[in-house]
C-alpha cells in the first residue's frame, strides 16, 4: 500500500498520485508516513488525529499546512466533498478542506490557526480599504491636511 502525505489516503501500489488533494501530490511508503510521524487509515493511531481548522479555500488550507511544518506539527488535509452550499452564486458545492493534527497538539494548532485566520481578515480589510482610499484620491483632491492644535 501506499499513501498520500498530505490527507493521509491510502492507495494501491499501483497509483502512483493522490486523486483527492489539490495538485496530486506523489503517493509515499507506509515508512516514510511514520518518519513524518503520520498515521496511516488502517492504525488505530488514526483516532489520535483530529480536526484542529476547517479552512474554506486552497489558499488557507496551504498556509495552515505550513505553519503546522513550520513547527513540526504532523498535519493532515482531509478535502471536503460535500457541504455547504454555495446558493448566492453558483449552487455548486463549496470545498473546504479539514486540518487534523495530533490531539495533544490540537489546542496548540487551532490557536495558531485561528491567529492565522484573524491575520488574513485583517489584510483583506486593509486590502480593500487602501483600494477605496486609492479610488477615492483618484476621484477627489486630497483633503486638506488636519489643524493642528495649537498650543
Ligand atoms: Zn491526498
Redesign the pocket.
Known amino acids: 500500500m501506499k499513501y ?6 491510502e492507495y494501491e501500489d499501483s497509483v502512483s498520485h ?4 489539490p495538485n ?2 506523489a503517493l509515499v511508503s507506509a515508512e516514510e508516513m511514520e518518519r513524518r510521524g503520520l498515521p496511516l487509515p488502517h492504525d488505530l493511531d488514526q483516532r489520535r488525529f483530529v480536526r484542529a481548522a476547517i479552512a474554506e479555500n486552497p489558499l488557507t488550507a496551504e498556509s495552515f499546512v505550513e505553519m503546522m511544518h513550520e513547527r513540526n506539527i504532523p498535519v493532515l ?1 482531509r ?1 471536503g466533498r460535500s457541504g455547504v452550499v454555495d446558493e448566492l452564486t453558483t449552487g455548486a458545492l463549496l470545498p473546504w478542506w479539514e486540518i487534523r493534527v495530533p490531539a495533544e497538539e490540537q489546542a496548540r494548532a487551532a490557536t495558531l490557526m485561528e491567529q492565522e485566520r484573524r491575520l488574513e481578515v485583517d489584510s483583506q480589510d486593509e486590502a480593500a480599504a487602501a483600494a477605496e482610499a486609492e479610488e477615492r484620491e483618484s476621484e477627489e483632491p486630497p483633503p486638506p491636511p488636519p489643524a493642528l492644535p495649537a498650543h
Do not use: E, L
Open positions: 498520500c502525505a498530505r490527507c493521509g489516503s493522490c486523486t483527492d488533494c496530486h501530490p488535509v478535502p
